[in-house]
């Protein structure tokens, strides 16, 4: 069951440019947005979450923008630099589950 | 990931071989999470313990899968007999466990499975 999709699959972007990372959900309960940055060898780490009362979430170069109605949330990353080059996950958690459900993944090179 | 370690970071098995794959929590958690990653499927969430009970095992592939949590700081997952459609790497995660942390899954490095 894919409950989290996840586009695109990979995405090649100079450095300082922008990349853009989409996710669309079905299930509406889901109450946690999180999204994971993953570094070869490594095993995936918290990079920035957001709640569905809130529209963007913004740390540092990384934001969140979440559209509740059409059940998408996005990553954006500004000023993007080669240490971005990472695959990136976004997930989806509902609080009575507990289950947290992973996109299928983006791998990102940002090209210096 | 330094609160989760798996072993063995690295197997290489025949098919039919058994495969057990092992996670230590340096602080006990009450809710610990098993996922497989691969190419074609991503992260799938295969199994999760609360409190040391299995909650939900419906991602297990098949009965050749089998996970046990005996304490809080311990927890395996077991393939038997292995095929090479297993191969994949295998994360445990841990939730925490208050505030905004209880929705945050530490990940171990993971344990890289090659199934010949």
């Known amino acids: 069951q894919q409950q989290v999709k996840q586009s695109p699959q990979s995405l090649i972007v100079q450095k300082g440019g922008i990349s853009i990372i989409n996710c669309a959900y079905e299930?509406?309960?889901?109450?946690?947005f999180p999204w994971y940055q993953q570094f070869p060898g490594k095993g995936p780490a918290l990079l920035i979450a957001?709640?569905?009362?809130?529209s963007e979430k913004k740390e540092g170069r990384f934001t969140i923008s979440f559209n509740k109605s059409a059940k998408q949330f996005s990553l954006h990353i500004m000023d993007s630099q080669p240490g971005d080059s990472a695959t990136y996950f976004c997930?989806?958690?509902?609080?009575?589950?507990?289950?947290?459900?992973f996109g299928q993944g983006t791998t990102l090179q940002v090209k210096p | 990931d330094a609160g989760v370690i798996q072993s063995p970071r690295h197997e290489v098995t025949e098919m039919g071989q058994e495969v057990t794959l092992r996670c230590k929590l340096i602080?006990?958690?009450?809710?610990l999470f098993w996922y497989r990653q691969t190419m074609m499927r991503g992260l799938e969430l295969l199994i999760y313990?609360?409190?040391?009970?299995?909650?939900?095992d419906s991602g297990m592939p098949e009965d050749r899968f089998s996970a046990k949590m005996p304490n809080a700081s311990f927890s395996t997952l077991k393939i038997q007999p292995s095929e090479p459609r297993d191969s994949a790497v295998y994360f445990c995660?841990?939730?925490?466990?208050?505030?905004?942390?209880?929705?945050?899954?530490?990940f171990g490095a993971g344990s890289r499975l090659t199934v010949l």
């Open positions: 997930a989806a958690l509902s609080s009575n589950t507990g289950k947290l459900i």
């Open positions: 299930n509406t309960a889901f109450d946690y």
């Open positions: 957001i709640r569905p009362d809130v």
């Open positions: 602080s006990g958690h009450n809710s």
């Open positions: 313990f609360n409190n040391n009970v299995p909650i939900d």
């Open positions: 995660a841990m939730r925490g466990t208050r505030g905004s942390g209880a929705n945050v899954l530490t």
